[in-house]
């Protein structure tokens, strides 16, 4: 959003913001993009790993952990079994009885939710910023949490710290809200 | 001819777009996760994904009995009547009988609980 930031006030607050509209458009989109790949890795994983248990199943075939043959994967790809510690996996985890825990009664919306509260934030944040700036008088550029809490090391006064503060906490929150996610 | 306003908005709505799906990946994988209840005070995180068609993600941070933390991640990729399996990047193992039909279960688990909860307006 750098792009963004380099632009007027209210024209960037315009930009930044999402409404509505946009956010559900980009919830269908980006929705449409990604289903057909947990439908099709479903589908593939249940027709494979059924073919898998088949043949293991059968008395004498393979046994557990055994290399892959060279067919399956170029010889620099073979497994080094010598490597392989006793890792945790999927295979000791115990499944959860009935519903996922705290599943949420729409993730998806709880999610859409989250995303408008957070570009809120940001707008919110901006503006502050740029009744800062405008305060300050001197054009400085405030386009992060970190150049937003240096300011507060400045006094100009106790109603501009105030801003100064709230910008701060404004970016904090952003900050944190994406850390989160990531 | 473009307009910059119409540039940025449309950068603007494709950020968004990727954002989301995104976090779609990263719902899914929490969910996921939550297929497999932490039990255990040693265990901090999990999370369970179709990272894309031919290949699941088994993601788990762990605790030592020294306090230390371990990251392992798992990728199970399917091919035509096998599974490979490879942790944090080391050499690929066939999958045993037992983890092929924990890895099913999940795989199932998953579109149920999962998928249709997160896109409910689709067929799964």
């Known amino acids: ?182 | 001819m473009t307009s910059l306003f119409d540039t940025i908005t449309r950068k603007k709505q494709q950020d968004l777009v990727l954002d989301m799906h995104k976090r779609l990946i990263q719902k899914e994988a929490e969910l996921g996760g939550r297929l497999f209840p932490i039990d255990n005070e040693d265990i901090l995180r999990r999370e369970f994904f179709c990272l894309d068609e031919n290949t699941w993600v088994w993601h788990e941070e762990v605790r030592d009995e020294n306090g230390d933390k371990h990251i392992y991640n798992t990728r199970y990729e399917v091919g035509p009547g096998r599974v490979l399996k490879s942790t944090n990047g080391q050499g690929q193992q066939s999958l045993g009988l037992q983890e092929a039909e924990h890895l099913l279960k999940a795989v199932r688990l998953y579109r149920e609980r999962v998928l249709k909860q997160l896109y409910p307006n689709h067929d799964w």
């Open chain 1, 1 to 182: 959003m750098s792009n963004v930031l380099d632009l007027p006030g209210n024209l960037k607050r315009a930009l930044m913001g999402d409404s509505p509209k946009e956010i559900e458009s980009a919830a269908g989109q980006a929705i449409e993009m990604r289903r057909p790949v947990p439908a099709l890795g479903v589908s593939n994983a249940e027709r494979e790993i059924s073919d898998l248990i088949n043949s293991l199943s059968k008395p004498g075939n393979k046994a557990v952990g055994e290399l892959v043959d060279m067919n399956f994967r170029r010889p620099s790809m073979m497994p080094d079994m010598t490597e392989m510690s006793p890792l945790p996996t999927i295979v000791d985890a115990p499944f959860a009885d009935g519903s996922i825990s705290n599943p949420g009664n729409n993730p998806l919306d709880a999610m859409l939710e989250d995303i408008r509260a957070e570009r809120n934030e940001a707008v919110a944040a901006e503006r502050d910023a740029d009744d800062l700036r405008e305060r300050r008088g001197d054009g400085a550029t405030i386009t992060s949490a970190e150049d937003a809490r240096n300011v507060q090391v400045v006094d100009f006064g106790a109603e501009t710290n105030a801003q100064a503060l709230s910008a701060s906490d404004h970016f904090a929150n952003l900050e944190n809200a994406w850390k989160d996610t990531e």
